[in-house]
Nanobody
Framework: QVQLVESGGGLVQSGGSLRLSCKGS????????VRWYRQAPGKERELVAL????????YYADSVKGRFTISRDNAKNLGYLQMNNLKPEDTAVYYC??????????????WGQGTQVTVSS
């Protein structure tokens, strides 16, 4: 059974930091890219960051560039999103996501359940 489970969300004051984790199971984690999305109430889900399977290439949304860092530890089946200098506009449910491999059947991608990040002013 494939699972992605996020953790590390919570309530933090503006300017604070959080580190989100995404634990993969039921997959060979090192074969998958990992993406972080977020969705705030009443807004569209947006891509925040991406890391390729080897951890050699990253992508960040302009809104988080310079503040967030995506990383992974394949030996531990973990993806991370380090969030620094958080702002109230970062408040959202954060989801990790893994695009399916070409050889896989079923859904196009795997999703975690989400973790709430709330940044107070």
């Amino acid at each position: 059974q494939v699972q992605l489970v996020e953790s590390g969300g919570g309530l933090v004051q503006s300017g604070g930091s959080l580190r989100l984790s995404c634990k993969g199971s039921g997959i060979i984690f090192s074969l998958y890219a990992v993406r972080w999305y977020r969705q705030a109430p009443g807004k569209e889900r947006e891509l925040v960051a991406l890391i390729n399977s080897r951890g050699t290439a990253n992508y960040y949304a302009d809104s988080v560039k310079g503040r967030f860092t995506i990383s992974r530890d394949n030996a531990k089946n973990l993806g991370y999103l380090q969030m620094n200098n958080l702002k109230p506009e970062d408040t959202a449910v954060y989801y990790c996501n893994a695009p399916k491999l070409t050889t896989e059947s079923g859904p196009d991608e795997y999703w975690g359940q989400g973790t709430q990040v709330t940044v107070s002013s």
